[in-house]
């Protein structure tokens, strides 16, 4: 595992070295295939201004080009391997389709797989109302997780629900991405260890500043579900730093926390590197 994370690490290295020109940005395929950053989604639909063929014509305005990203998390404390693929296409610039995929492979143990499909509607476009106003969206997730064994009472199939707001800040001395909303769930660690008989509503946000017009540097927050069931999530959050190579390619490395993986009281999977590449047709 050591030497794929220390090839992995050189390969990021290489193609930070061999890019240049116009540049991409969010949102970014995350995780479970969401137009977002790597836990959270945000407002932003996936790829929304691409249109295939003519723009002006029907066809061009409904279906836009599609967005994948692929990640591979390593949480070295717990050793876990983590692996994702995930594609999001918009319609009509408002409504976004997503698929993910994830692998999650325990040292010595069998691999976890999880599918997740993801609709998201764009309620209000950013500044609808003047400069100051977010983007706003609300989204569905369609979970599902093979095998489910580790939590006896778990359901292999689940939903998530979420309402989110983002905003650019472009009037400060440097621009500003804010990010924040509302998640209902019913999650066992994202869905990876099943789903509950019972939800809960919990937080997430996102802070970035962009240093540079193709550089992105900040920090995401997920709050841990609690069930009446007496499982508790732990709280994950993460530091990202995010290179967009050109108007297709996007590179991100960071470090993630996920949680003490030696905590009675949280089910966590604790920390470890975070390495993505995403591309925008």
Known sequence: MRKVEQSLKIVFVLVLLSYGGTFAGVPLTNLEGVGGVAFNPLAYPANPGSSLGDPNSDFGKILGRPQIGGWYVNLGESKISWTSFGIAET?????????????????????????????????????????????????????????????????????????????????????????????????????????????????????????????????????????????????????????????????????VNSGDEKSTSKVGFGEGLVLSFQYAF
Do not use: C, M
């Open 91 to 255: 319609f009509a610039g408002r409504v976004e389709v997503s698929f993910g995929h994830e692998t999650i492979a325990p040292s010595g143990a069998d691999y976890i797989s999880k599918d997740s499909i993801g609709v998201k509607l764009l309620i209000l476009p950013e500044n609808a109302f003047g400069n100051w106003s977010p983007a706003v969206s609300a989204g569905v997730i369609s979970k599902h997780t093979s095998p489910v064994k580790i939590v006896s009472t778990a359901d292999s199939s689940g939903y998530d629900y979420y309402i989110v707001a983002t905003k650019l800040i472009k009037e400060l001395p440097r621009p500003v991405l804010l990010s924040g909303g509302v998640l209902s769930t019913n999650g066992y660690t994202t869905g990876v260890l099943g789903y509950s008989d019972n939800r809960d509503t919990t937080y997430f946000g996102n802070v970035d500043v962009l240093p540079l017009d193709n550089v992105a540097v900040g920090v995401e927050y997920k709050q841990g579900a609690k069930f009446d069931d007496g499982f508790k999530n732990a709280d994950y959050w993460n530091t990202h730093l995010a290179w967009f190579v050109n108007k297709n390619l996007t590179l991100v490395a960071a470090y």
